[in-house]
Nanobody
Framework: QVQLVESGGGMVQAGGSLRLSCAAS????????MGWFRQAPGKEREFVAAISWSGGSTYYADSVKGRFTISRDNAKSTVYLQMNSLQPDDTAVYYCAAHPRNVERGPYDYWGQGTQVTVSS
């Protein structure tokens, strides 16, 4: 089993930045691709970004390309999501996930509990 714990969410003004972290414990995820998803109120959960196990490949939703950066530190079993130029439309609960069949479409086998990101205008 894998436990994923997100942190770093909060409230920020439009144009600001946040860095989310996802710490994994239990079975190692260092050989797993990992991803970030988000779900805004009244909307379906959507893919945000993903990263291969080595960090050599990254994937982004069109809506966040150029603003968000996903990275990982396998020595710390942690994945990060640096979010810059945040906009109110980025407001959502952000979830970390691990071990997908497909990095963008999933399904992912393990999920964190989510962290709230709120961007005010």
């Amino acid at each position: 089993q894998v436990q994923l714990v997100e942190s770093g969410g909060g409230m920020v003004q439009a144009g600001g930045s946040l860095r989310l972290s996802c710490a994994a414990s239990g079975r190692t995820v260092n050989r797993d691709a990992m991803g970030w998803f988000r779900q805004a109120p009244g909307k379906e959960r959507e893919f945000v970004a993903a990263i291969s196990w080595s960090g050599g490949s990254t994937y982004y939703a069109d809506s966040v390309k150029g603003r968000f950066t996903i990275s990982r530190d396998n020595a710390k079993s942690t994945v990060y999501l640096q979010m810059n130029s945040l906009q109110p439309d980025d407001t959502a609960v952000y979830y970390c996930a691990a071990h997908p069949r497909n990095v963008e479409r999933g399904p992912y086998d393990y999920w964190g509990q989510g962290t709230q990101v709120t961007v005010s205008s």
